[in-house]
């Protein structure tokens, strides 16, 4: 993982290739050229998945040795399944003290006949490993006890049950583009495998997804060793290389033989379940951090993101200033604007929406599947949580004395804020993960958040005074110091409606005595709000405003004047059709 959002986050974003050449038992003299993709596993990045597989002749599913197959296991195993691909089972971490890998390996192997495996892939290899001690093992326990001291028998899996390639290097050439690479000085990079005969440098015709052929040059060809490129005269068939010189090359672009150019299949990917406004940050404080503030520049930057995303969509809003930006998830949707925040990008976001389908006349909403491990101690609030959601709980199970795994089934829009509440419900020792599932229909309201908010109605620094006085009133966002806005969403009230605050109240200077003036005055803590969770605390009529050093939420309407005239006229509009 190089990006610096995956080093924090501890996930992998985007798939990445390597090449190692194997020279162990099994292998031929002069050993194998081994092509290993990793993947992303979170379903939010799904499209990564879906067209890399293309790529792969076999898979490795890593499975830890305590928590056993995940949802997002079951997304991307299914998704490999259906390209074809059998598993090599690698269960890790197996000398964690409370690992259980057979019980770990009979839940592979039955998630294997729920996706309706055939036989070949339920006679599946299974390899012990220890990630972080550097070893891997065909039993467990090891022989004698002795722990290995290399993970070489992961690599003889590999060989002995991965078929090799059996695409024709004499056919006319076919390679099919995968991934885009950029670089200052070559531009556009195409990184594909070649399905059919040789690619070398010159001619080629390049056929576009809508079927227009467009006739280019390859200047230069790499292929993999390591984790670096080198220099290549010529990729033959089933092997994996990076295509410099093409022109407008783009995801599921066929690089053809320009005497006979016949395409293949191109990358089917999924279609998006949830979606976000976009829109320029037109708050007070616009254009102060920011470098890209402007309509134009956030409409080039999602249209270079559609190039590389395949499973994001961009629409026009309703203004020339806003964009619908839909995506798996709001994982992957917060990924993208974090990125645009570390670029010096300037914008404002608006509440996720889930897509709803029209199936057969009926209207569906997708549904996930919610997997918790939570203390006992918490179980009950947990339960109660999902529950009010419209969560059905589908297994409920221990894992040791102190674990209950809890699985359920949940519509997309019921997982907004629910991440931040079972955390707090569990003193933060809950663990979340889920995955799409399918669509059904629409199973009713679902509660919103139970508190208002309090609103600035001045523009001026937060004062440690203001802060004494508004202690009472809720949990604040903001700290003396602060720069807020008229509009503003400050913090949290104690009740469930909205109240316009001053935060930037001065204490004035009086020639009166008073007992204790000399008192310190200790202040609570502000919540500080992470991107994501702004995301998931705000309401329909609320925006997160991203600025390359802050996040702020605010109204969509700032003067409180125009804000209670708007909510009035929605509610005569309410009654009228009422």
């Not at 019980?103 to 972080?132: I, K, M, Q, T």
């Not at 004499?170 to 990184?191: E, F, H, K, M």
């Not at 040059?217 to 093409?246: M, Y």
């Amino acid at each position: 993982d190089s990006m610096d959002l995956e080093r924090e986050k501890g996930i992998t974003i985007l798939a990445k290739n390597t090449t190692v050449r194997y020279a162990g038992e099994g292998a031929p003299d002069g050993g194998v050229l081994i092509n290993i993709i990793d993947t992303p596993g979170h379903a939010d990045f799904g499209g990564e998945v879906e067209r890399v597989l293309r790529m792969a002749d076999g898979c490795l599913l890593v499975v830890d040795s305590y928590d056993g197959p995940m949802p997002q296991t079951k997304f991307v195993l299914g998704k490999a399944l259906e390209a074809g691909l059998k598993p090599v089972v690698i269960i890790n971490k197996v000398d964690r003290p409370d690992g259980r890998p057979e019980a770990v390996l009979n839940e592979v192997f039955d998630l294997l006949v729920e996706l309706g495996a055939d036989d070949h892939a339920l006679d599946f290899p299974c390899v012990y490993a220890s990630g972080r001690d550097g070893w891997a093992s065909d039993t467990w326990p090891t022989k004698d006890g002795v722990k290995p001291t290399n993970v070489l028998p992961i690599f003889d899996a590999i060989i002995k049950h991965v078929p090799a390639p059996k695409d024709d290097p004499d056919s006319p050439l076919q390679a099919l583009i995968t991934t885009l690479d950029y670089n200052d000085y070559v531009g556009r990079i195409g990184i594909g495998r070649v399905f059919a005969g040789t690619i070398r440098p010159g001619p080629v015709a390049v056929i576009k997804r809508d079927g227009k052929v467009v006739m280019t040059r390859v200047l230069k060809l790499q292929q993999f060793a390591g984790l670096k490129r080198v220099d290549s005269t010529g990729v033959s068939a089933g092997d994996l290389c990076a295509i410099i010189g093409l022109e407008s090359v783009d995801i599921g672009d066929t690089v053809a033989d320009p005497a006979n150019p016949v395409a293949l299949p191109p990358v089917r990917v999924d279609e998006p379940t949830m979606t976000m406004l976009f829109k320029i940050n037109d708050s007070p404080f616009a254009g102060e951090d920011g470098t890209y503030v402007t309509s134009r520049q956030i409409r080039e930057r999602l249209d270079k993101e559609l190039q590389t995303n395949v499973a994001m969509r961009v629409e026009s809003g309703k203004t020339a200033d806003e964009f619908l930006v839909s995506g798996r998830g709001v994982l992957s949707l917060g990924i993208l604007i974090e990125n645009m925040r570390r670029e010096g990008f300037e914008l404002s976001v608006g509440k996720p929406e889930v897509i709803i389908k029209e199936i057969d006349g009926v209207m569906h909403e997708p549904v996930e599947e919610l997997v918790v491990d939570v203390p006992n101690a918490s179980l009950g609030a947990v339960m109660e949580l999902v529950g009010s959601r419209k969560g059905e709980m589908k297994k409920m199970e221990p894992r040791g004395d102190t674990v209950t795994h809890l699985l359920f089934e949940i519509p997309s829009r019921s997982l907004i804020g629910l991440r931040g509440r079972v955390l707090t419900a569990t003193q933060g020792q809950a663990i979340m993960n889920h995955s799409f599932l399918r669509f059904a229909p629409v199973a009713g309201e679902v509660p919103h958040r139970q508190a208002g908010v309090l609103i600035s109605i001045e523009t001026n620094p937060v004062t440690t005074h203001a802060c004494e006085l508004l202690s009472d009133r809720g949990m604040l966002f903001v700290e003396p110091g602060d720069k807020v806005y008229m509009g503003q969403v400050v913090g949290e009230h104690n009740r469930d409606n909205d109240l316009t605050v001053n935060c930037t109240r001065l204490k004035h200077l009086t020639n009166m005595r008073m007992a204790n003036k000399e008192q310190t005055v200790v202040l609570k803590a502000a919540r500080k709000m992470s991107l994501e969770a702004a995301i998931e605390y705000i309401e329909d009529d609320e925006l997160v405003e991203i600025t390359p050093k802050t996040i702020r939420m605010r109204k969509k309407i700032l003067d409180e004047s125009m804000r209670k005239r708007a909510e009035r006229q929605a509610r005569d509009r309410l009654e009228a059709e009422v």
